[in-house]
């Protein structure tokens, strides 16, 4: 008996492309609620494990026969178990995620925003598992990534087909949800890593200074990346407006939501940085810059084409993150509504700032489950 597999690439297409697929999730309850494979036209099911060791009977009745169904587990063993059960009993559409949970929570899909000016192109990386979203902007021969995740070999062999050279790694900020590639992707690459001094006054390692004004050029299309000092988040919170028509803007802002503050335990100090940048800095900038933010929160962000942006001046109209006039009630909003840490948080920091260095299986136990960036 072979049961039939879905990679984690396999599953990202069916995601993007909304194909209808039945998930059969078989963790435990509280796992699923927390987090689990997303998609609008996919139907849901959780049915721990547990509950099937004795045979399928309790699902028996509601696994469809034409939909492929898929089942998911935390590592894709247990799922296997009930897969099998599934197909000898006549199932004959029956998948199970390779890797898992762990697997999908790596998963990287690159998605075109756009072109830029004279051959120049910007691509959006979206970790579907996680909601991450990480960029690269090439230019000619050259190229920046900004926002890196820790699965750095995406981005360098994103480039080696590309054909071009990563010049610039930057960081919007030290995460605190997710361990950065930037440093590695430097290292293997001989680019330049840059990060907010501000964020990195604990770092153990060089790097280039990103403060206010910073303005690198890339490739010959001579596409622009300006750094503007974007605070709240973080207290070194930076921004970039790319090619003069897109604002990066960290976890900062979303497309749905505004960044939190307490991150690093400063929500009551740093409410007020976030407020500025929110009401004032990102006010003075133009209402057709496109938002790219390092996060989404829901499908709802995401566009028919797979990716998360929306222009500053329809946020200012929507995002009700960005309607909160007295600064009271906005500084009671932030401080009130803030989800659950994200987990390892302090350890995260720790490593982004080189201070541990985790092994690779540590660090995907760090960062499984949800983003958790985001004031609700």
Request: charged share 30%; glycine share 8%; hydrophobic share 35%.
């Amino acid at each position: 008996m072979s049961i039939k597999k879905m990679t984690v690439e396999e599953l990202g297409k069916k995601v993007i492309n909304k194909e209808k697929v039945f998930l059969l999730d078989v963790r435990n309850e509280d796992a699923f609620e927390d987090w689990k494979v997303e998609s609008d036209s996919f139907e849901y099911l959780n049915k721990p494990y547990f509950d099937l060791m004795d045979g399928i009977d309790p699902i028996k009745d509601d696994v469809p026969t034409e939909t492929p169904v898929l089942a998911v587990c935390a590592k894709g063993n247990s799922s296997e178990f009930v897969a099998e059960e599934l197909d000898e009993a006549g199932f004959d559409n029956i998948y199970t995620l390779e890797g898992g949970m762990k697997a999908w929570s790596e998963h990287l899909e690159p998605v075109k925003v756009s072109d830029l000016d004279n051959g120049g192109e910007l691509y959006q990386f979206v970790r579907l598992g996680k909601g991450c979203l990480s960029y690269m902007v090439i230019s000619g021969d050259e190229a920046a990534v900004i926002d890196a995740t820790r699965m750095t070999d995406k981005f360098i062999n994103f480039a080696k087909d590309k054909g071009v050279t990563i010049k610039h790694v930057l960081d919007t900020h030290l995460h605190a949800d997710h361990i950065s590639g930037g440093r590695t992707i430097a290292k293997e690459t001989g680019a330049t890593y840059w990060l907010p001094p501000k964020d990195a006054e604990e770092v153990q390692f060089d790097y280039e200074k990103l403060v206010d004004g910073t303005d690198l050029t890339i490739g010959s299309s001579k596409i622009d990346v300006q750094a503007i000092y974007s605070p709240g988040h973080t207290i070194g919170s930076t921004s970039f407006i790319v090619d003069e028509k897109y604002l990066m803007s960290g976890d900062i802002l979303f497309i749905e939501s505004i960044g939190r503050p307490d991150l690093a335990g400063k929500a009551d100090d740093w409410v007020g940085d976030l407020r500025d940048t929110l009401y004032k800095r990102y006010k003075e900038l133009s209402d057709d810059l496109v938002v790219l933010p390092a996060h989404y929160s829901s499908l709802e962000e995401q566009n028919d084409d797979g990716t998360v942006a929306e222009k500053l001046g329809v946020l200012y109209e929507k995002n009700s993150g960005l309607q909160v006039n007295d600064e009271e009630e906005f500084r009671k909003m932030v401080t009130e509504n803030l989800p659950p840490q994200p987990n390892s948080h302090d350890k995260i920091r720790h490593t982004n700032m080189g201070k541990e260095t985790p092994d690779l299986e540590e660090q995907r136990e760090m960062e499984t489950g949800p983003n958790r960036c985001a004031v609700k």
